[in-house]
């Protein structure tokens, strides 16, 4: 299961829309910054399992959805497989975060026909699942972590993989305050498999100075405050999947301290 690496992404930065503003999100003296509503993360994906040989017709798809709004925290998995071996195991594997090893997730059973349909469901704070559902794994919890999937047989050969990196489909959205106690900030990321939209909004900077953004700890592009502190950062992706493989965005000023950070998704 090929994973893209993360250092690629920033090389393939285009900075589209670089705007220093007077009148965005100005923070008036000795007012500390306000809050600019909930957080959200809504992720989906779906993607189809490649055949990787080792048993001639087997195919699926998985889909992959988490929403995260305030506390509420839904997430759902439906791995769907067809045209394995009947009445046969095999085991589910997920690739977690940077781990290039797979973790065993657990073993299912396929049915006279080769089918088996795995429907793993976490709605948080005790509520049910609903019928036919399981339980999220541990591994797999939170799902926004699983870059890659892979149905292995008793041999522990892989049958069917996805690389959940490089989607069919995506829906990607991110907003966030990333305010402190000196520094109003918001940011913004939506994506699809053809665009991804970057918008990070800042003031209460030092005025007329350089500050740095920064992707997964590299610099990516130097930008410079207006007159009262301000800055607007607009972005696209050259590959707009890209954005999966952002684990972190942060701002720093000229001598590289850390002035706004935060963790991605």
């Given at each position: ?25 100005v ?18 994906i ?14 699926g ?42 973790t ?44 890659g ?117």
């Amino acid at each position: 299961m090929k994973i893209s690496s993360k250092s690629n992404v920033l090389r393939r930065l285009i900075v589209v829309t670089l705007a220093v503003t007077a009148g965005v999100l100005v923070a008036k003296p000795g007012n500390k910054p306000h809050k600019h509503g909930t957080d959200i993360l809504h992720l989906s994906i779906r993607e189809s399992l490649s055949n990787e040989g080792v048993v001639s017709n087997a195919n699926g798809f998985v889909n992959l959805t988490e929403n995260q709004q305030g506390n509420a925290h839904h997430q759902e998995l439906d791995l769907l497989v067809k045209h394995l071996d009947a009445n046969t195991t095999y085991q589910l594997v997920a690739l977690v975060n940077d781990d290039t090893d797979g973790t065993a997730v657990g073993s299912f059973d396929t049915d006279a026909n080769g089918s088996a349909a795995l429907r793993y469901r976490d709605f948080g704070h005790g509520n049910g699942m609903g019928h036919g559902r399981l339980a999220l794994p541990a591994a797999l919890n939170p799902l926004s972590t699983v870059h890659g999937l892979s149905i292995n047989n008793s041999s522990n050969q892989t049958v069917l993989s996805a690389d959940l990196t490089s989607p069919n489909k995506l829906q990607y959205l991110i907003k966030r305050d990333l305010s402190t106690d000196t520094v109003e900030a918001t940011l913004r990321i939506k994506a699809t498999t053809s665009e991804t939209q970057f918008r990070l909004v800042a003031s209460g900077l030092a005025p007329t100075n350089d500050y740095f953004l920064v992707l997964n700890g590299g610099v990516v592009q130097t930008n410079s405050t207006s007159a009262n502190g301000s800055l607007l950062i607009k972005s696209l992706l050259e590959n707009p999947t890209d954005i999966l493989d952002v684990t972190s965005v942060a701002l720093w000023d000229s001598s590289s301290n850390v002035v706004l950070s935060t963790t991605l998704p």
